[in-house]
């Protein structure tokens, strides 16, 4: 699987948005660095029972519409 993230929107924008549509999630399971996305997925893999690529998609999914996060 390819980890890299490809974001359409700066993370913190993205990390806000994702925080509104999850309630659960916290700044803590969102922590991400560039070059770091294998933890960050797996991370939330966990977290939210879903597969990484799943997840990969979701988050690159929000980044692309920053208007509705869903």
């Known amino acids: 699987m390819d980890y ?3 974001l359409q929107a700066p993370w913190e924008e993205v990390k806000e948005l994702i925080k509104e549509v999850n309630h ?3 700044d803590e399971d969102l922590a991400y ?3 770091q ?3 960050l997925l797996e991370r939330l893999s966990k977290k ?3 597969d990484p690529e ?3 998609g979701w988050i690159e999914s929000v980044s692309g519409n920053t208007r509705i996060a869903g």
């Open 4 to 6: 890299q993230l490809n």
């Open 24 to 26: 659960e999630l916290t």
């Open 33 to 35: 660095e560039p070059g």
């Open 37 to 39: 996305e294998k933890q």
């Open 48 to 50: 939210m029972n879903k």
């Open 54 to 56: 799943r997840i990969k």
